[in-house]
């Protein structure tokens, strides 16, 4: 069993082969160092630690995550908080970041006698039609090589070769671009407020989530194509406190800009996530916007439908699970694709908005994109304003928030 990729996807699943018996090699591009350091989700999700803990891949989450359970959403007139643990199904998130939760997977993975080959970059996925697919690889001295198992995960990611190999016509893709960008950062600085923040502001979204004691989330919607490096700390932290309102509602801590990155909002989703013995999972097969914290969780529920699959094919010769596969873990992909596209609208100023336009007071004058601007604009605050007093609303979205 070959498994392509050691992020949250890959490395759940490894552990959960391994500990079942099957014999499974882990093939990841990047070294050990860059895996077990880069900085990407933080909120797993209530069902995603249950998944966690019933397999003992939690123990490190445990110890160091922290529970969380209110947001807190800020708009230049108001603030209102939301405390979800008490809302909905009354779940919450841990957060802990996801790079230390590839550390665990990785040490428990390795502990067990699992084998994983860094610097191994797969190229092309062959005869998954067939019964012993293979994946061609180039080794990290840049020689080419072949590895064979009797199933191939493709955990590799967006940009990996499990999606790249599926023959022309056999999955459906839908993609989407939001048309919305964010800059998102990490901070060298303790966190500011004991919730996550929503700053929904006329000059675009900005947003505040915790990951650890002393480093901090933050995101800027900014303009398509703007460069990471565009903004100097100072700029960041002064527009951070004009969207923020940190005038109004306490200061931000600030600190050193650690890592900054432009993130086009896109979700990418292929249907079937399976072709003959090459299975997908995770972001490979699913892409979704970071807009609601899902992708990590997503990976990892993905990771044990897959395992458990897995498992009963080959070790009790059925192959109903695998069958099933694809449409299980789709059906919580797209609930999970309408949160998102939800709260994308919620957050955000439209595409091409430029700060408030004017409009126009003659309802006679066609005022084009600027009234269209101005139209979306007044949905999204009005459906911030039923969320801030309406129970059913706010039963349902923590429901959305923290479930899968
Ligand atoms: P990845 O984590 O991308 O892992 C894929 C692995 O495959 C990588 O290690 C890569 O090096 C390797 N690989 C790639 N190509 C090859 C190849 N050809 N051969 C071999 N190996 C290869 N999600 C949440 O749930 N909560 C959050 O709070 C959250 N915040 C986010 C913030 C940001 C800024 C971003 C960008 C994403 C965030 N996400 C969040 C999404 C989440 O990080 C991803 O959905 C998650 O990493 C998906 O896991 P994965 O295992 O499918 O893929």
Redesign the pocket.
Same mark, same amino acid.
């Given at each position: 069993m070959i498994v392509?990729?050691?992020?949250?996807? #890959? %490395? =759940?699943l490894a552990n959960l082969l391994l500990d079942q018996g099957i014999d499974c090699v882990v %093939? *990841?591009?990047?070294d050990r160092a860059? $895996?077990e350091s880069?900085?990407?989700?933080?909120?797993?999700?209530a069902a995603?630690v249950r998944i966690l803990e019933r397999h003992g891949l939690a123990a490190g989450l445990r110890l160091r995550g922290k529970v969380h359970g209110t947001c807190e959403f800020r708009t230049e007139e108001a603030r209102f908080r939301l405390d979800y643990s008490t809302l909905g199904s009354g779940d919450t998130h841990v957060v802990y970041p996801?790079q230390e939760l590839?550390r665990d997977l990785l040490e428990r993975f390795l502990s067990a006698g699992g084998q994983i080959r860094f610097g =191994?970059?797969?190229?092309e996925v062959r005869d998954a039609d067939g019964d012993r697919p293979a994946v061609h !690889?180039r080794e990290p001295d840049g020689r080419t090589a072949r590895w064979q198992g009797r199933y191939v995960a493709g955990? +590799? #990611?967006?940009? #990996?070769? &499990?999606r790249?190999s599926l023959p022309s016509g056999s999955a459906v893709r839908r993609h989407i671009d939001h048309r919305v960008s964010?800059l998102?950062l990490l901070a060298e600085a303790p966190p500011s407020l004991d919730a996550v923040g929503y700053a929904v502001h006329g000059r675009g979204f900005a947003g505040h989530?915790a990951r650890t004691d002393t480093v901090t989330?933050y995101?800027l919607q900014v303009a398509r194509g703007t460069p990471a490096d565009s903004w100097s700390d100072e700029r960041i932290w002064d527009e951070l406190d004009l969207r923020m309102g940190a005038k109004e509602h306490g200061p931000l801590t600030r600190g050193r800009i650690v890592e900054r990155?432009v !993130?086009d909002l896109e979700s990418d989703v292929l249907d079937p996530l399976r072709h003959g013995r090459l299975l997908l999972?995770? +972001?490979? #097969?699913a %892409? $979704?916007s970071?807009s &609601?914290?899902?992708?990590?969780? %997503?990976?990892v529920l *993905?990771?044990e439908l897959l395992g458990r699959a897995l498992g009963d094919a080959l070790l009790r010769g059925t192959e109903e699970g695998l069958d099933a596969y694809s449409a299980r873990c789709l059906a919580h992909v797209w609930r999970a694709q309408e949160f998102s596209r939800w709260m994308i609208e919620l957050l955000h100023a439209p595409s091409d908005w430029h700060g408030l336009p004017v409009g126009t007071r003659d309802p006679d004058t066609p005022c084009g994109a600027a009234g269209e601007s101005l139209f979306l604009d007044a949905l999204r605050r009005s459906r911030l304003a039923s969320l801030a007093v309406s129970r059913r609303q706010q039963d349902w979205f923590a429901e959305r928030y923290v479930g899968l």
């Open positions: 392509l990729g050691a992020g949250p996807a #890959g %490395l =759940v %093939l *990841e591009r990047a860059h $895996i880069r900085a990407r989700a933080g909120f797993l999700a995603t996801q590839v =191994v970059e797969a190229t !690889v955990c +590799d #990611g967006r940009h #990996g070769a &499990a790249r964010w998102g989530m989330r995101y990155a !993130v999972a995770g +972001d490979a #097969g %892409l $979704i970071p &609601a914290a899902k992708g990590a969780n %997503l990976a *993905e990771a």
